[in-house]
């Protein structure tokens, strides 16, 4: 009787096929991936928080200044404005003689410091919002938006 042994067949020592070898390091390697995914994604809403948190203080602080601006701004046109336009129609009159002109140079004067002092209230009150929150919600929840404006609106990704 001969023996013969045949060189094709692979001798198994785990008793399993390769295959279910790969496929079990594939599904361990998926399973850490969607760990440190679920990690990343926690984290990123944790920052998120405190953003919100910080800007929440930002705005608290801008409005607080924005509030004594008012009142500043309230007292400071009768009370500085107010001395300084009559010193100021006083010497105008003086040099002039003319009541018409005084009154509108005055008038005048009296615009542009009432146009800064709003511009000045404006630019505090625009820093007041949760811009970086509602910009870190949306990269957390949403796709990130294109950021070229030459792109065709009506074209489909």
């Not at 008793?15 to 998926?30: F, I, M, N, R, Y």
């Not at 995914?37 to 924005?66: C, D, F, H, M, P």
């Not at 509030?67 to 100021?88: P, W």
């Not at 625009?126 to 970086?132: H, K, L, V, Y």
Request: hydrophobic letters at 50%; charged letters at 10%.
């Amino acid at each position: 009787m001969q023996t013969t042994e045949s060189p094709e067949v692979p001798v198994q020592k785990t008793g399993q096929p390769e295959s279910v070898d790969q496929a079990l390091a594939q599904l361990t390697e998926l399973a850490e991936l969607g760990h440190s995914v679920q990690q990343a994604y926690a984290s990123q809403l944790k920052l998120t928080g405190q953003i919100a948190a910080a800007e929440w203080q930002l705005t608290g602080r801008s409005l607080t200044i924005a509030a004594a601006l008012v009142v500043c701004f309230g007292a400071g046109m009768i009370l500085l404005l107010g001395s300084f336009l009559a010193v100021l129609g006083y010497l105008l009159f003086q040099l002039s003689s003319s009541v018409a002109i005084t009154a509108t140079a005055l008038l005048l004067l009296q615009f542009a410091v009432l146009f800064w002092c709003w511009r000045s209230l404006a630019y505090v009150l625009s820093q007041a919002g949760f811009s970086n929150t509602w910009r870190q919600l949306q990269l957390l929840l949403f796709r990130p938006q294109k950021e070229d404006k030459n792109a065709d609106p009506t074209a489909t990704d």
